[in-house]
């Protein structure tokens, strides 16, 4: 029975994405890529990848991760004007460094990535592309973003996030040979025997995003993002990075309101409002405090807020940050945030 439902989860997801090959034994997004990682290089070997204060993640090269321990990552970043992804940048910097490896993907990007591009670029200096949607893979699924499995000689993504599963990760490869490198990678690799009552939850959710149904939640998804961006975008004290969002997420410089990005996630805390704080391009901030803030849609659309108590969701994150002293003001938002969340509960009583 084990072995049916490990089958049953890649089939589906194979037809979700249109792969060739896929492994759903990888426990998380990070140990997806290391075993990427392993299929495709060898330690020591050049690797570019994003930035982390750009948008990229720990696993795509940071110090203080395995990935830029065990392999000379070097790092791209976005144009310092636009602060979008500069292809012509990344191909000069490529043709210099001559990696093995090029890192697609991000954490922190809220505007659409063309991988076909990135492939153009791995293919003219005879780098190999590895894609990690682990954000937008739900878009993707949806059709609402471009798939980057066309395109890349391997895809990693966790099944949560925007895919709306468990906790867990998901390798994909249209190539016979990198699938067995991927499948070896993984067991006997890093991992022992595989949490199967966790690739059973990912058969289920890939049933659910076979459904009709997960379109509407990922375009509802977009739109939600897009209103609260909007709400930030009409006040002159904060600025949205990149200029507006094109997924489930955007970046808020909120350094002209409050002394930092950790400052912002504490006081939002207190008013039960969860996000996190991040990393700008260019940061002039430890990563310990930051000069943003990350707003997701994701788990407020999959509650059922929709366009009207997201843009209340960015006005009470607003309110909060400018009064940051004033405990009378704090005081209601936490009672608008318990009408909004009583108003669409978790579980049905």
């Known amino acids: 029975m084990v072995d049916v439902v490990e089958s049953l989860a890649i089939e589906r997801a194979k037809e979700i994405f249109g792969a060739k090959f896929a492994n759903v034994q990888p426990h998380s997004g990070s140990q997806a890529n290391c075993a990427a990682y392993m299929a495709l290089i060898e330690p020591g070997d050049t690797v570019m990848g ?15 991760s395995f990935s830029g321990q065990t392999y000379n990552f070097v790092s791209y970043s976005v144009d310092p004007e636009t602060e979008l992804l500069d292809f012509g940048a990344i191909l000069k910097q490529a043709q210099e460094v001559k990696p093995k490896l090029i890192v697609a993907g991000a954490s922190a990007y809220s505007q659409i990535i063309d991988f076909s591009k990135f492939r153009e670029i791995a293919d003219a200096v005879g780098a190999k592309l590895m894609v990690d949607m682990a954000h937008i893979a739900g878009l993707v699924a949806a059709g609402l973003h471009p798939s980057p499995v066309p395109y890349a000689h391997i895809t990693t993504t966790t099944t949560h996030k925007t895919l709306r599963g468990p906790r867990g990760g998901l390798i994909l ?17 890093i991992q022992g025997g595989p ?8 058969a289920v959710s890939f049933k659910e995003v076979l459904d009709p149904a997960f379109k509407e939640y990922a375009a509802n998804v977009i739109k939600n993002s897009k209103t609260m961006a909007d709400v930030f975008l009409q006040d002159p004290d904060f600025r949205i990075i990149s200029g507006g969002t094109e997924n489930h997420l955007f970046l808020v410089d909120v350094t002209k309101v409050v002394e930092n990005g950790k400052v912002a996630q504490n006081l939002l805390d207190e008013v039960n409002i969860t996000l996190n704080k991040n990393s700008i391009p260019y940061e002039r901030l430890s990563p310990f405090k930051t000069s943003g803030i990350r707003i997701g849609a994701a788990a407020i659309t999959a509650r059922g807020f929709g366009e009207e108590e997201s843009r209340k969701v960015a006005e009470l994150i607003i309110k909060t940050l400018k009064n940051a002293e004033n405990e009378a003001v704090l005081e209601e938002v936490r009672s608008l945030v318990k009408e909004l969340t009583d108003a669409f509960p978790l579980y049905e009583d």
């Open 50 to 64: 994003m930035d982390l204060a750009a948008g990229g993640h720990l696993t795509h090269g940071a110090p203080v």
């Open 173 to 189: 490869t249209n190539d016979e040979d990198l699938a067995k490198k991927i499948n070896s990678a993984i067991f006997p690799g």
């Open 195 to 202: 949490l199967e009552h966790v690739v059973a939850a990912k």
